[in-house]
């Protein structure tokens, strides 16, 4: 059986540099002229308690709350309320520009709140079907049945650890590289 890879896993427990990974690959290819486009999710804090979650382009055009504590009125995840029209019109519109102006797909993070919001697991869905080649931050539990064998059947899978964080980023470009196809990008 010949599996085609075409996306970039990165996972993770909750605090090791899942989402700085992420950033410094993303800038990395940025820098080597790969165009990258989707969503990333950063949480928010005030007075250094979390607040919530923003949802935003990679290009910074669009953004949008994901959930929050108080600013959010629908349904409840955690301590957190989702922001369902917000989300929506962020992810979509994200990954509607990604499909048609990008190289490469990203989005930080495939997880419970994200796949929550019926619109934007559909967002997700169409950049994992789509064929194009995707860089996703997935949680480390995702259970996700229609989601998780996608990325288990194409993706490259990368586990972050406090050991090996900062050793990564050349190991997932080089992936890249053989994903795209170094004969398209030869500088990079």
């Known amino acids: 059986m010949n599996?085609?890879?075409?996306?970039?896993?990165?996972?993770?427990?909750?605090?090791?540099?899942?989402?700085?990974?992420?950033?410094k690959v993303i800038e990395t290819l940025k820098n080597r002229n790969i165009k990258v486009g989707g969503f990333i999710c950063p949480e928010v804090r005030e007075k250094g308690t979390r607040v919530g979650?923003?949802?935003?382009?990679?290009?910074?055009?669009?953004?949008?709350?994901?959930?929050?504590?108080?600013?959010?009125?629908?349904?409840?995840?955690?301590?957190?309320?989702?922001?369902?029209?917000?989300?929506?019109?962020?992810?979509?519109?994200a990954v509607e520009e990604a499909l048609s102006k990008a190289d490469i797909i990203a989005i930080d993070e495939i997880g419970p709140m994200e796949l929550r919001i019926p619109q934007?697991?559909?967002?997700?869905?169409?950049?994992?079907?789509?064929?194009?080649?995707?860089?996703?931050v997935v949680h480390?539990?995702?259970?996700?049945v229609e989601i998780l064998p996608l990325l288990k059947k194409h993706?490259?899978?990368?586990?972050?650890?406090?050991?090996?964080?900062?050793?990564?980023?050349?190991?997932?470009?080089?992936?890249?590289?053989n994903i795209i196809g170094a004969s398209k990008h030869k500088h990079y």
């Open 3 to 23: 599996t085609t890879y075409r996306y970039i896993v990165i996972t993770g427990r909750p605090g090791v540099g899942k989402t700085t990974l992420f950033n």
């Open 53 to 93: 979650f923003k949802i935003r382009s990679l290009d910074g055009k669009y953004e949008g709350w994901l959930a929050h504590k108080t600013l959010c009125s629908g349904p409840r995840l955690g301590k957190y309320r989702l922001c369902i029209e917000e989300a929506t019109n962020v992810a979509t519109r």
């Open 120 to 136: 934007v697991r559909s967002s997700i869905l169409k950049a994992l079907k789509s064929g194009k080649p995707g860089l996703f």
């Open 140 to 144: 480390l539990r995702l259970s996700d």
């Open 155 to 177: 993706g490259i899978w990368f586990t972050v650890t406090i050991e090996n964080r900062n050793m990564l980023v050349d190991s997932i470009i080089n992936s890249f590289r």
